[in-house]
């Protein structure tokens, strides 16, 4: 298999952006993801591949808890926010303001919509990424949302 040509096939999946959030005891993680996806409407759950080393990772894994936020189309400059390690402190992750949600995870102010869940599973890969499949207990979604692609950003994460 030739390398580039893999790389170039799978950064056309077509993903979403996303900023997943956490919190154990009194650390937090947060970060932009895009490998996710629904994987079952009865019961309401949803797949992430997470890496195994982000603090977004210990601290789900460990809270049983996580939130995954929708971000729209003119937001990349807070998606961008969260490609850096979390820093936590005086109501903010990485600057932006958050509040707790029902499962005491962080729920930020401004993205639009979010999924509320509780961790079911984590399937070990044994590659550089854990699959976490969360089970959606809570949703927020008050406006008409344009979501972010990663295809529609200046970005890529695959290959
Ligand atoms: C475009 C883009 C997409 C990303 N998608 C993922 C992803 O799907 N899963 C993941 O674990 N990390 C992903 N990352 C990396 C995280 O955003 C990054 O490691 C983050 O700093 C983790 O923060 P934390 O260690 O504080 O949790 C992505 C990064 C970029 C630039």
Known sequence: MDAKVRR???????NGVYVLTSRCENRYGAATVT????????????MAAVRRESNVFKCLSESRAAVLHIVGEQQQ???R????????????????????GRTA???LAS???????RVERIVQTDGDHEVVILRVVEAE??????????????????G
């Open 141 to 158: 979604c008050p406006e008409q949302v344009r979501p972010l692609t990663i295809a529609e950003s200046p970005w890529e994460y695959g």
């Open 35 to 46: 490998w996710v996806s629904q994987a079952s409407f009865k019961p309401p759950l949803i």
């Open 8 to 14: 170039k096939a799978l950064r056309l999946l077509s």
């Open 77 to 79: 400059e807070i998606a």
């Open 111 to 117: 993205l639009p919509a979010h999924v509320e869940c």
């Open 105 to 107: 995870a962080p729920v």
């Open 81 to 100: 926010r969260f490609f850096s390690p979390t820093e936590a402190g005086g109501g903010t992750i990485n600057g932006e303001p958050f509040a707790e």
